[in-house]
């Protein structure tokens, strides 16, 4: 694996742009995870999503395309490769092409739960 540091600080500079206005619930070195304010009928915070160095890889989690599946339509066949389960995306490397597609994912997803009125 490449430096986990480095995909991770690439990862976490996607979702900062939207800690304003959520819950930072961790900052840590190698985890950084964000909520909502919106409480969901089982009174838990509604999650957005985190960025987390694990043993082999680092995970990016992005809740809207498990609320929003259909944000998953359009994306590429490579960053399609990198999911794992309905809502996560592994990376051992830095991908400047796929962290782009990862970003701009993530903006369509703040719309949605912004449009929902999540946010």
Do not use: W
Request: proline share 6%; hydrophobic share 35%; net charge neutral.
């Amino acid at each position: 694996m490449n430096n986990p540091d480095e995909v991770f600080h690439h990862l976490k500079d996607i979702l900062t742009p939207y800690s304003n206005g959520m819950v930072v619930v961790t900052d840590n070195p190698d985890d950084f995870y964000l909520n909502t304010h919106h409480v969901m009928k089982n009174k838990t915070p509604m999650y957005f999503g985190s960025v987390k160095i694990n043993k082999n890889y680092v995970s990016f989690h992005l809740m809207p395309v498990y609320v929003f599946p259909e944000l998953l339509e359009s994306i590429s066949p490579e960053l399609q490769k990198r999911m794992q389960g309905k809502s996560c995306f592994n990376f051992k490397a830095t991908d400047a092409k796929l962290f782009e597609e990862l970003k701009e994912l993530t903006r369509a997803g703040y719309g949605k739960y912004q449009k929902a009125g999540y946010l």
